[in-house]
């Protein structure tokens, strides 16, 4: 219904079946909710895939205190760019989802916490939150005793990706600076306010009223045998018609540059990321690989987000790992040594080998580094940084070496001058 006139609209919700899953829920115990979810295979769209049924399970059992859904709409991840637009096109979908899940949880105050920067979706996000109210969907039935109001809070952060990582993202709703937390407590546990808290990324919960409208079986037929269900595949880069693409799990890339129009004309493919920047490089021998979570994971890299970014022969892998470098090191919460300090050194030294000025040695330390920030930050954030170093120079390594004599404008002038000129 993306494409309709006006679909962000609560009216134009109803005319395609929209509150048709609440109405359901509405006559369902908290524990058949979610059943049904957790028989649906739905797992987490924020990039791990964590079963989402089962994620809702954890929460202990209630002790006459609040619990609360936070929903993760921060996407900051590069190339991530599905829940905006399912925001922006239709909002009323992860409302519709928020007051299902919070029926399913028993909350009776669920949180949307956005990107500081989308003022647009705020804004939108507000108008859709106020449309539901007024409408009566907020009514009654939620809470530890399915009879409250739903209250929904649209929190809009100061723009920064650590924020989508979920507990920093707990400590920036709670008003302090967004720092990861230790885990255990996991949120389910102790989460905002240190009650119970289920997060959930937005796609997930705007997947939720069609399961619940459909039942889970029209739901896990589609996909493969792990990875149930449909998703947005995001293609970016260099196709001819890059958008996103709604496709069962299993679609694979091949068929989505096809549906993309193909590879710009008179180019060919390079390489692609399957699930945003922090997921290794693929190239094209990996075109047919199903993009499940398993068999991505099969074939090296990770599904991530679907943030599917194409490059073709024009682009230099140095300066895309060094954007993507840059990136991180700007991100870093500077919380842990291994992050703070090892994205600040890769930075440098991706730097100097873009200007073909790298030292003797300098790809191995790269690796070396990156190694040591894998596996051993405080978060998931540094080891996203190490990924594309790492990948990077696993398939481009003679492109890393070039960067010790060569200028990455020099071996590839075509992109240099196509970036001058779309900056004038
Ligand atoms: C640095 C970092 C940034 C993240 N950013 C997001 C984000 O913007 N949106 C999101 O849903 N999950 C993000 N995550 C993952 C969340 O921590 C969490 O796993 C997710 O919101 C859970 O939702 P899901 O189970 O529905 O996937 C991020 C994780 C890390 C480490």
Not at 320 to 342: D, I, L, M, N
Not at 371 to 396: E, Q, W, Y
Request: net charge neutral; aromatic share 8%; glycine share 12%.
């Amino acid at each position: 219904m993306w494409d309709k006139e006006r679909s962000w609209t609560l009216g134009s919700y109803l005319d395609h079946g929209g509150y048709q899953g609440l109405e359901r829920a509405l006559t369902m115990s908290q524990d058949d909710l979610v059943a049904l979810v957790k028989a649906s295979g739905l797992r987490g769209r924020g990039g791990a895939g964590f079963p989402t049924g089962l994620k809702w399970s954890f929460l202990p059992a209630p002790d006459g205190l609040p619990r609360y859904l936070v929903v993760n709409a921060d996407e900051s991840e590069p190339g991530t760019c599905k829940d905006i637009p399912t925001m922006m096109a239709n909002p009323q979908a992860l409302i519709e989802g928020v007051a299902i899940t919070s029926r399913a949880i028993g909350c009776d105050h669920a949180f949307i916490y956005l990107r500081g920067e989308v003022v647009q979706v705020y804004r939108r996000l507000l108008a859709a939150v106020r449309e539901a109210a007024d409408a009566g969907y907020l009514d009654t039935g939620f809470g530890l005793d399915g009879r409250q109001r739903l209250r929904i809070t649209a929190h809009a952060g100061a723009g920064a990706y650590i924020c989508g990582e979920e507990t920093a993202l707990l400590d920036s709703l709670e008003g302090r600076r967004g720092h990861p937390r230790l885990k255990p407590p996991f949120p389910a546990v102790a989460g905002l306010y240190g009650r119970p808290t289920v997060i959930n990324n937005v796609e997930t919960i705007a997947s939720v009223p069609a399961i619940l409208a459909r039942g889970a079986s029209w739901y896990n037929a589609m996909g493969t045998e792990r990875s149930r269900g449909h998703g947005i595949f995001s293609v970016t880069g260099h196709v001819t018609h890059p958008g996103q693409f709604e496709a069962p799990f299993g679609i694979t890339m091949r068929q989505l540059i096809s549906l993309a129009g193909g590879i710009r004309p008179g180019h060919q493919l390079k390489f692609w990321v399957p699930g945003g920047s922090s997921t290794p490089i693929l190239g094209p021998e990996e075109l047919d690989v199903p993009l499940d979570y398993e068999s991505v994971g099969a074939a090296g890299s990770m599904l991530g987000t679907r943030a599917l970014q194409v490059f073709d022969e024009t682009v230099s892998a140095v300066r895309v790992v060094a954007r993507w470098t840059e990136f991180y090191q700007h991100e870093s919460c500077g919380k842990c040594t291994p992050c703070r300090e090892g994205t600040y050194w890769m930075r440098q030294i991706m730097a100097r080998l873009e200007a073909g000025q790298g030292l003797p040695g300098d790809v191995e330390k790269l690796e070396s580094i990156a190694s040591n920030i894998a596996g051993r930050s405080f978060c998931a954030l540094g080891d996203a940084s190490a990924t594309p170093v790492l990948s990077g120079i696993k398939r481009f390594r003679a492109e890393f070496e070039a960067g010790y004599t060569t200028p990455a404008a020099e071996l590839f002038p075509y992109a240099a001058s196509a970036i001058v000129e779309s900056a004038r």
